[in-house]
């Protein structure tokens, strides 16, 4: 089942300059955490299968807090193909999910009791859910995985259980057509799932629909600042280069002293952009996220003037205002990528007003905080 | 999706009354509850809540309904405009 429902496309992958997905290569090699979870095997008409328990161990939470991280995601996966839960039989249910590790670990974990075969998809290492809208989770993997654990010969009924989100990636009847195998949509959760196998297969409509609590925005925060690490190491780069900017022509202490300020400033507006309004998602006035993301960044950005207002003249104060809201709404729309509900459309019509707004108001920040060294 | 509510007025969603069997394959795939069926015939209830999945779309045999899915990514529709392709998240796969 999907344990990232939370997670967006663009949102927890990798910490490198791709969001998404991480690595585009078949999951032959790096499976390195068999130990962490393999418990002998169970044999089958089809061969032994290997066995997993549903103990989820501190390599596990350590692994899981790393890919919080964005560390090493790309890595971490788990091989592709049929494993057994408990002491499953030929009437076991099968729960299909993908090999990204901490949705596996999930599902064994959340699965702990049953008696069921688990059918790993080869996703490329990410979630079901992105991988459903890249294809990965798809139609043709289902068939492609059946096929080739023999899972006619495993079982004696003709079901196997998708994660809900695996929906976009998957026609249910075309992998009947493909490989005899009904398809059955489970809940969205993966702890509903024995819930939903109680109930007869039957989803109820909690089960069905997506939610967002707080704790699932806030663990995908930290992921959405390694993210901007790179473009913000470059962005205080320029900010050091124009601090210098002064009636000097260009003076290293003015760089230095300015420039950290000005860095300061960036990092607020990220932090406002990247976990204030994540966290804040639900309270923040406006449906656009840019809109949001400036109002906190506003909001905090005026705070701060507050603070250090006997420090700051009026140009500075004015463009410290006006960059934090920048900046903080053009983080806040990069959770977008992030969030269960927003739709391509909408992100797109969101951004074509926002962009153009973000631009001027950093430009005119920019404007008064170099033009503002001149008036020393 | 009580309190997460996004922009109005700008989901592609699109469903052909004429072709649906009513075998509501949509209603049970939607995680955002667009759909209901009733009398044999799947109708549209709540087009905003729609975040253009896809799965829908893909898991209607009688192929009755039409969607533009993506990802509802601002880096991803950003890479999009910047290589002029299709709104990714930067991955191969």
Redesign the interface.
């Known amino acids: 089942m999907s344990e990232e429902k939370s997670g967006g496309c663009c949102a927890p992958q990798s910490a490198k300059a791709s969001p998404c997905c991480g690595g585009g290569s078949p999951s032959k090699d790096g499976l390195r955490y068999e130990e962490t979870f393999l418990d002998g095997q169970v044999e089958t008409p089809a061969g032994a299968v290997p066995r997993v328990h549903s103990r989820v161990g501190r390599r596990d939470l350590v692994g899981r807090w790393k890919m919080r991280w964005g560390i090493g995601r790309d890595r971490y996966r788990v091989a592709p193909g049929l494993y057994a839960l408990g002491a499953p039989g030929a009437d076991a249910p099968v729960l299909v999910t993908a090999n990204y590790k901490l949705t596996f670990d999930v599902v064994r974990r959340d699965a702990a009791g049953l008696d069921a075969w688990i059918l790993v998809l080869d996703t490329l290492g990410v979630n079901v859910w992105c991988a459903a809208g890249e294809g990965t989770f798809g139609t043709g993997e289902v068939i492609r995985r059946v096929t080739e654990a023999r899972l006619a010969e495993v079982v004696s009924h003709r079901t196997i259980i998708l994660p809900q989100l695996g929906a976009p990636g998957v026609a249910a009847h075309e992998v009947r057509k493909g490989c005899g195998f009904s398809v059955v949509y489970g809940p969205v959760r993966a702890r509903d799932i024995r819930s939903f196998l109680e109930a007869g297969r039957k989803a109820s409509p909690a089960m069905r629909s997506v939610d967002f609590p707080t704790m699932d925005r806030l663990v995908l925060t930290p992921v959405e600042i390694t993210g901007l690490l790179r473009p913000a190491g470059w962005a205080a780069a320029v900010l050091f280069l124009l601090a210098g900017v002064g009636p000097g022509i260009f003076s290293l202490g003015a760089a230095w002293e300015r420039g950290f300020a000005a860095v300061a400033v960036l990092a607020a507006g990220i932090l406002a952009g990247a976990v204030v309004t994540p966290v804040l998602l639900p309270w923040l006035p406006g449906r656009a996220f840019s809109v949001k993301g400036g109002l906190a960044g506003g909001a905090l950005g005026a705070c701060a003037a507050m603070w250090e207002r006997g420090a700051l003249d009026s140009p500075t104060t004015l463009a410290l205002l006006l960059a934090m809201t920048a900046v903080s709404s053009f983080v806040a729309m990069n959770f977008t990528g992030a969030t269960p509900f927003t739709s391509p459309s909408g992100v797109e019509k969101e951004m074509r007003r926002a962009l153009p707004v973000q631009a001027a108001l950093t430009v005119v920040a920019g404007l008064l905080w170099v033009g503002g060294a001149f008036l020393h | 999706?009580d309190?997460?509510?996004?922009?109005?007025g700008?989901?592609?969603v699109r469903l052909d009354d004429a072709a649906c069997t009513g075998c509501g394959?949509c209603e049970?795939?939607?995680?955002?509850?667009v759909y209901a069926v009733a009398d044999g015939k799947a109708r549209i209830l709540d087009r905003d809540?729609?975040?253009?999945?896809?799965?829908c779309a893909?898991?209607c045999?009688a192929q009755a309904i039409s969607v533009?899915?993506?990802?509802?990514?601002?880096?991803?529709?950003?890479n999009g405009w910047i290589s002029g392709s299709k709104?990714?998240?930067?991955?191969?796969?």
């Not at chain 2, 533009?68 to 950003?78: E, M, Q, R, S, T």
């Open positions: 999706m309190g997460f509510r996004y922009i109005d700008v989901a592609t394959m049970e795939v939607c995680p955002h509850g809540a729609c975040m253009e999945c896809g799965a893909m898991n045999p533009n899915p993506g990802v509802g990514c601002a880096a991803a529709i950003l709104p990714s998240c930067g991955c191969g796969g």
